[in-house]
């Protein structure tokens, strides 16, 4: 799906290097290791009340606990994000993981395996 650039796209991508410096400078006492944290794609509504923020994270166990994390911190970005960008309102921050990778890698193995059971049923 092509996305078109109209403002909520530029928008999101400001938003998503913000957020990027913010989680890093800003987060230092989060429960959770936030260094390890990657903003991926923000996506805000028309009216932009909202903004779902993906998310990907290196260590996998801790996943749902930086989401969590991320989402208590929320009102507390947001402000943050409201003294840097120049908007009339700033959206609702939604933390989502992004599991892409994880789909990807999957039918990439999936594909691997197909592959390898083509050769051995040629032979």
Not at 40 to 58: C, N, Q
């Amino acid at each position: 799906m092509a996305r078109r650039f109209d403002r909520t796209v530029r928008v999101g991508d400001q938003m998503q290097r913000e957020l990027t410096d913010l989680i890093r400078s800003e987060l230092k006492d989060a429960p959770v290791r936030l260094e390890m944290v990657s903003i991926t794609e923000v996506r805000v509504s028309r009216d932009f009340g909202h903004a779902r923020v993906y998310v990907t994270t290196l260590v996998d166990e801790e996943r749902d606990a930086v989401v969590e994390a991320l989402q208590h911190a929320a009102p507390f970005l947001r402000k943050l994000l409201g003294r840097r960008m120049r908007l009339r309102t700033i959206p609702r921050l939604h933390f989502q993981y992004d599991d892409t990778m994880e789909k990807g890698n999957r039918l990439a193995h999936l594909i691997d395996e197909a592959i390898a059971s083509d050769r051995d049923g040629d032979d």
